[in-house]
């Protein structure tokens, strides 16, 4: 960073072989915020290569699981002495409020300390063949060289959920976060070498999806990929591991539904309605995108949230009146309003935002209004596609079924909320929801130790959680004879 050289492979800290710089931009304000390497294809398959040599044959996979899970502690207690400097990074990456990203921070080290916990009650599970002689044990072992790609909504914090269970599970790993944030990612492998890493056990390179990524993903020594971001992408992904039949694991986002039944909590379902879509100003894979709101209170409700929406304070992430900050970049600022003209087009009803801020303090950030369209409807784009900003569009309905069908109705399957005062109505709707996980008068909260993912084309593969562990481990079955006599079933002597 800034000279400093940021691929690590192998262990030792390089600058990219073709000497390979790219720009990283505050969106606050345009400038630019750090100058990091850019790493090549060989590069990669140079990464690659010491995650092979240090599974093959380093001594990480076989290191005793209680040796482990110190490295993971050891990095926890170091992530938390330098939280401050890792929260000022990300805000200065992505844009997000301060506040949010000292939350995030403490969300990474809550995932390391869960695996930490977690790996070292695994047990194996032994089998009774019905033969005092046999042992017959099934255990678990790391999967292999695992290459990890993680977005830039919440970088550090993504990357998390995939380096600590595998570092956990004994895999040997190549990172390659965002090139549009990669500052936290490269903090935090300086941090994991002075923890204890071993050579060639976490390699780090960053660069741009498609050469970088790419060379990664076809590269037939990987054994396992974890990716996070868009569904387009994790289309190509798996194309490409299918040809190396390259275990693959996505979670590709949401169109997330929040239904509020009239029933509901008044305060609470309007104010996380709110949160629920304009936190990060919607950069978040399970933002609720989508109020499905039962019609005798739909009206009301929708001006309530307007008017809330109104009032919310967007400004830089380092000005703590801010409550939420800009959209990552300018290209993606483009994208967002892109979806704004469509979905006027499409005829929803504007009710508030659809704008950038009019303060000038904030012309040269990539700043977007929180958004809400009324009279919304399934045939339209911007129902269905992920928008990833500040976009609310509000659907409505008279029935539960037309509640549990609207909330269906969706390619995706990442999370949902319902909100109602009836105990019965919501177990049965979020039993019926098609959703990785559905909160029930809550939204947007969740805890390392439940598994994280999607159903549908939100992805495959769970994260947190023991079957977060559990993808990056192979099982294997060992049938131990400890008195061998002849099977005799050819007799012929
Ligand atoms: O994501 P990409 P983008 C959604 C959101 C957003 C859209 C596009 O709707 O607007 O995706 O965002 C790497 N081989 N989400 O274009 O491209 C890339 O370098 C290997 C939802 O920024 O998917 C980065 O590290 N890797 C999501 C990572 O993939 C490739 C969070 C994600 O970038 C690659 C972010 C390739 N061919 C965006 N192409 C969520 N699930 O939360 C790109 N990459």
Partial sequence: ???????????????????????????????????????????????????????????????????RAALLRRIADLLVRDKEELARLETVDTGKTLAESRIDIDDVVSVFRYYADLVGVQADRLIDVGDPAVVSRVVREPIGVCVLIAPWNYPLLQMSWKVAP????????????????????????????????????????QGSGATLGAALTANPEVDFISFTGGLATGRTITRVAADNLTKVATELGGKNPHIVFADADW????????????????????????LIVEESIADDFVAELARRAERIRVGPGFDPTSETGPLVSEEHRTKVENYVALGISEGAKLVTGGVRPSDPELEAGSFFLPTIFDRCDRSMRIVQEETFGPILTVERFTT???????????????????????????????????????????????????EWGGFK???????????GLAEYQEIKHVWHNTAPKPAEWFKGG
């Fill in 1 to 67: 960073m800034n000279g400093d050289p940021d691929l690590l492979i192998d262990g030792v800290w390089e600058h990219a072989s073709d000497g390979g710089t790219r720009r990283i931009i505050d969106p606050a304000d345009g400038s630019v915020a750090a100058v990091v390497d850019e790493a090549t294809p060989q590069d990669a398959r140079r990464a690659v290569a010491a995650a092979r040599a240090a599974f093959d044959a380093g001594a990480w996979p076989a290191t005793p699981v209680a040796e």
């Fill in 166 to 205: 595998a570092l956990a599970a004994g895999c040997t790993m190549v990172a390659k976060p965002s090139e549009v944030t990669p500052l936290t990612t490269i903090a935090f492998a300086r941090l994991a070498v002075e923890a204890g890493v071993p050579a060639g056990v976490l390699n780090l390179v």
């Fill in 267 to 290: 305060d609470s379902s309007v104010d996380q309605v709110l949160t629920g879509v304009f936190l990060h100003s919607g950069q978040v894979c399970s933002a609720g995108t989508r």
């Fill in 400 to 450: 539960e079924a037309e509640a549990i069908r609207l909330g269906n109705d969706t390619e995706y399957g990442l999370a949902a909320g319902v909100r109602t005062a009836d105990p019965a109505r919501g177990e049965r709707v979020a039993r019926a929801l098609r959703h990785g996980t559905v909160w029930l008068n809550d939204f947007g909260y969740y805890t390392a130790a439940a």
């Fill in 457 to 467: 084309r939100s992805g495959n593969g769970r994260e947190l959680g023991p079957t």
